[in-house]
């Protein structure tokens, strides 16, 4: 079974800086990213990354949040600067696997970031 486990998350400032960590429990990883769910809100997609490097990023945190991977550990990061109170969520780890069969979408239990004002 895989698992993400997810590391990273706390209380910052506003105008601060956090960074997120999340471990795969496999190699076979396709896509990486990051997705949140504020309260009351619906989970969106923060950043994605390919296996070969190509990202995209939410527009709303595009210039402040960067995303990375480091292939031979399964770890994805989530570099997160210039924090607002708006980005206060869930912040849930996501990977793509590819199983012999097809792939199949995976995502961790989550880690709070809350920023104050």
């Known amino acids: 079974q895989v698992k993400l486990v997810e590391s990273g998350g706390g209380l910052v400032e506003a105008g601060g800086s956090r960074r997120l960590s999340c471990v795969v429990s496999?190699?076979?990883?396709?896509?990486m990213g990051w997705d949140r769910q504020a309260p009351g809100k619906q989970r969106e997609l923060v950043a994605r990354?390919?296996?070969?490097?190509?990202?995209n990023f939410a527009e709303s945190v595009k210039g402040r949040f960067t995303i990375s991977r480091d292939n031979a550990n399964a770890t994805v990061y989530l570099q997160m600067n210039s924090l607002k109170p708006e980005d206060t969520a869930v912040y849930y780890c996501?990977?793509?696997?590819?199983?012999?069969?097809?792939?199949?979408?995976?995502w961790g239990q989550g880690t709070q970031v809350t920023v104050s004002s």
């Open positions: 996501y990977a793509q696997i590819d199983h012999e069969v097809g792939y199949a979408d995976y």
């Open positions: 496999t190699s076979s990883i396709l896509a």
């Open positions: 990354i390919t296996r070969s490097g190509r990202r």
